[in-house]
């Protein structure tokens, strides 16, 4: 690991040197989520939530937008509603719009639809990534 390595936003891939050609493949395909799956049957996190944020962008957020906090009254998730409607975290207003849009429509069904339009996203990248390396081959 390098130092400072934590300060490296997953929005910095493209130009971060330190992610090998593996690691991209991993990331496009959400295969790097995996390990996250222990967290899930231990109970620290839920399938469906507002995602987690880096620590620093946590505590800078906090300051910056007044209800924040909010998005603490369920547990974070592997996939929410604003991932699914491609809003990252360089727009948090947006984010947490969604996120609280999340917890006050929290249901069984409405986490199977979420994680339905999810699982769609992943199989368009991965299509997306092996349709575009096919094409680069010689």
């Given at each position: 690991?390098?130092?400072?390595?934590?300060?490296?936003?997953?929005?910095?891939?493209k130009?971060?040197?330190?992610?090998?050609?593996?690691?991209?493949?991993?990331?496009?395909?959400?295969?790097?989520?995996i390990?996250?799956?222990?967290?899930?049957?231990?109970?620290?996190?839920?399938?469906?939530?507002?995602?987690?944020?880096?620590?620093?962008?946590?505590?800078?957020?906090?300051?910056?937008?007044?209800?924040?906090?909010?998005?603490?009254?369920?547990?974070?998730?592997?996939?929410?509603?604003a991932?699914?409607?491609?809003?990252?975290?360089?727009?948090?207003?947006?984010?947490?719009?969604?996120?609280?849009?999340?917890?006050?429509?929290?249901?069984?069904?409405?986490?199977?639809?979420?994680?339905?339009?999810?699982?769609?996203?992943?199989?368009?990248?991965?299509?997306?990534?092996?349709?575009?390396?096919?094409?680069?081959?010689?």
């Amino acid at each position: 690991m390098l130092p400072d390595s934590e300060s490296a936003k997953p929005e910095e891939d493209k130009t971060n040197d330190r992610i090998t050609r593996v690691g991209r493949v991993l990331r496009k395909t959400h295969l790097d989520e995996i390990p996250q799956l222990w967290t899930i049957l231990t109970g620290g996190m839920s399938v469906v939530g507002p995602r987690a944020t880096w620590t620093e962008e946590e505590r800078h957020l906090e300051a910056e937008v007044e209800t924040w906090r909010k998005r603490w009254f369920v547990k974070p998730g592997l996939t929410g509603l604003a991932q699914i409607h491609e809003i990252n975290s360089t727009d948090p207003k947006t984010k947490l719009r969604y996120d609280l849009e999340y917890i006050r429509r929290q249901s069984f069904w409405f986490d199977i639809k979420i994680v339905t339009r999810q699982v769609w996203h992943v199989v368009e990248d991965t299509v997306s990534m092996l349709t575009k390396r096919q094409n680069e081959e010689p």
